[in-house]
């Protein structure tokens, strides 16, 4: 209740502070979930054997069940292994690029929105509390030391959102790039792995 009562008595600019952490928390949660799935990435390399093997159904059932877009590129690329597969992993790994990048902008605002809406709370606190001494003068400290407790809480809250949605954000970031490299290295083994099993079938 104490710091319930500390949030509050931040005034109507916490509102917008704490909805941003909300909807940076939501964000964070489904993303770690997401990128979670990202472990069953191991298998390209037990599908690549298999491709190499012409075992192509085997390769398919390795990654069906698995929720990683290092398979799902190579599952493109042998499905249409006789019909441009590096076209066709080239525009699934776009598609799996796009839903990595879901919910990132959304963090990477309140990052930035989260201190600019604390410096407007801390400047309304001012302007209330130089309200105040105009009017009162320095009879009445606790009013004006009220208004600069808000601005310092407001400050203070816009800081804390910032900070704990930038580690989650870098971490993500970090993820999406290292399956991004993965990508690009089983998509291009996987074309030069194809065109030479299917090459010799059509001369």
């Known amino acids: 209740m104490k710091f319930l009562n500390l949030l509050m008595s931040g005034g109507w600019m916490m509102i917008p502070i704490i909805g941003c952490s909300l ?21 390209a390399p037990k599908m690549l054997s298999l491709i190499e ?27 249409q292994r006789t019909n441009y597969p590096s076209q066709a992993m080239e525009a699934a790994a776009i598609v799996e690029l796009t839903k990595m990048k879901r919910g990132l902008p959304l963090l990477d605002t309140v990052i930035t929105l989260g201190p600019l809406l604390g410096l407007l709370g801390t400047i309304i606190g001012m302007i209330d509390s130089f309200g105040i001494m105009s009017q009162t003068g320095l009879g009445n400290p606790h009013a004006v030391t009220g208004g ?16 704990t949605t930038l580690i989650p954000y870098n971490f993500f970031v970090a993820r999406m790039e290292q399956e991004t490299e993965k990508i690009e290295h089983f ?17």
């Open 148 to 163: 600069v407790a808000e601005a310092l809480i407001c400050t203070a809250a816009g800081i804390v959102v910032a900070v």
């Open 187 to 203: 998509a291009t083994k996987t074309e030069a792995m194809l065109q030479h099993l299917i090459k010799p079938t059509n001369l």
């Open 53 to 79: 093997q012409e075992k192509f159904t085997d390769a398919l059932a390795v990654a069906e069940p698995q929720p990683s877009p290092v398979l799902r590129v190579i599952s493109t690329g042998v499905h």
């Open 23 to 43: 909807l940076a928390l939501t964000v964070s949660i489904e993303r770690f979930i997401y990128f979670r799935n990202f472990q069953a990435s191991r298998l």
